[in-house]
């Protein structure tokens, strides 16, 4: 009796530390303040270089280089220029393929892909980095899909059914952050600490990334959200362009119409910005920047850059005879693709027909990418 007793207390004292205990860690895990700040790329180039078009020209850049791949080039050579002096620099060949050429910005480092199939058939590939004179390679992670996004010290990758997982930069923990679809990355609403991710049909994954719960290999809070139910004005959504001031800017009418979504008294309500009368085909061929978009004209010769905050559009580039095509923007610049009218884009691009132009959002050609 005295034995069982005794074994009673220690039970009851046993019992007492682990509630404690899981208070306590839960307590230190609802106290996580991350808020994802850094961008290995803006938005619109990572999905750009991930898996915009085949053939395409993948790009990043920060205050000293502009990289970049020309996709159409079968070595898929990249290639550094010097923003000061303008010397531009062949680091390395087969960096990603025709299909997709991952590149980020990681502090003094430069991350890319190689191919793990030569014949294109996978989309399977290797991730590396260098620094930035194509020196002192490193493996991150063999055999993955093309990466989302560089955000702060990780790296985001697909997962197993499109799932999302992410590898440390600085220590390579790999860990699953969500089972939810996270197709396209496009953006981070900073205020509410939320990353968003668009799939192709038509939904959004609100996800708040808690790194304690990651680390100890726990959930995270995330949300599967339908645009298409939500209250307003528009029909078809075709795609997401990212989020400014924590409103949602995205494509409707399969892609012919440009539109916010706003949430107000905790309910998203949509809006068509530019309609479809003017016949602009926004689809594959707009981008978001800051708090800028541009697009094309209808017939696309002329590109326009829109100010959310003014809501004025203006032309800054135009080349009469020619079409042109918006790819991406990183900051003030915009890359941009041109081919004849006599030719289709894909075909264009495919044969070596296109050329890649870097502009800034004044018009001024700063490179031509061949």
């Not at 550094?80 to 680091?91: A, M, P």
């Amino acid at each position: 009796m005295v034995k069982t007793k005794k074994l009673f207390k220690i039970a009851i004292v046993t019992l007492s530390i682990v509630a404690v205990s899981i208070i306590i860690l839960a307590v230190w895990i609802s106290r996580d303040d991350y808020v994802p700040q850094k961008l290995g790329n803006s938005v619109s180039a990572a999905l750009n270089n991930r898996y915009r078009l085949r053939y395409g020209c993948s790009i990043a850049e920060n205050t000293d280089y502009l990289f970049y791949v020309n996709r159409s080039n079968n070595n898929c050579q990249l290639f550094r220029i010097n923003k000061k002096s303008g010397e531009k620099t062949l680091l390395m060949s087969d960096v990603g393929d025709r299909n997709s050429g991952s590149l980020f910005i990681y502090k003094k480092s430069i991350i890319y892909a190689k191919s793990k199939d030569k014949n294109y058939q996978e989309f399977y590939y290797d991730i590396y980095s260098s620094d930035f004179d194509g020196k002192n390679v490193k493996l991150i992670k063999k055999e993955c899909e093309a990466p989302h996004m560089v955000i702060d010290d990780w790296i985001y990758f697909p997962g197993k059914d499109n799932s999302l997982s992410r590898i440390s930069l600085v220590n390579g923990k790999e860990r699953n952050v969500s089972g939810l679809e996270c197709d396209k990355f496009v953006g981070i609403d900073k205020m509410n600490r939320n990353l968003y991710w668009f799939t192709e049909a038509s939904y959004l994954t609100k996800l708040k990334i808690n790194n304690r719960r990651t680390d100890l290999f726990l959930k995270n809070s995330n949300e599967k959200l339908e645009i298409g139910t939500w209250s307003g004005d528009v029909d078809y959504v075709n795609g997401v362009l990212g989020i400014v001031k924590n409103n949602i800017w995205f494509l409707g009418d399969n892609g012919l119409s440009l539109c916010k979504a706003e949430k107000k008294n905790n309910k998203w309500e949509t809006k068509v910005i530019i309609d479809k009368s003017k016949g602009i085909g926004f689809a594959q061929n707009s981008v978001l920047e800051k708090d800028k978009i541009y697009y094309v004209s209808a017939d696309e010769s002329k590109v326009y850059m829109y100010d959310i905050n003014s809501g004025k559009e203006i032309v800054i580039y135009e080349k009469p005879g020619m079409h042109i095509s918006v790819a991406a923007a990183i900051g003030d610049h915009i890359l941009i693709e041109e081919w004849g009218t006599n030719e289709n884009h894909a075909n264009a691009m495919k044969y070596g027909h296109a050329n890649y132009y870097y502009i800034n959002n004044s018009g001024k050609v700063l490179y031509e990418l061949d």
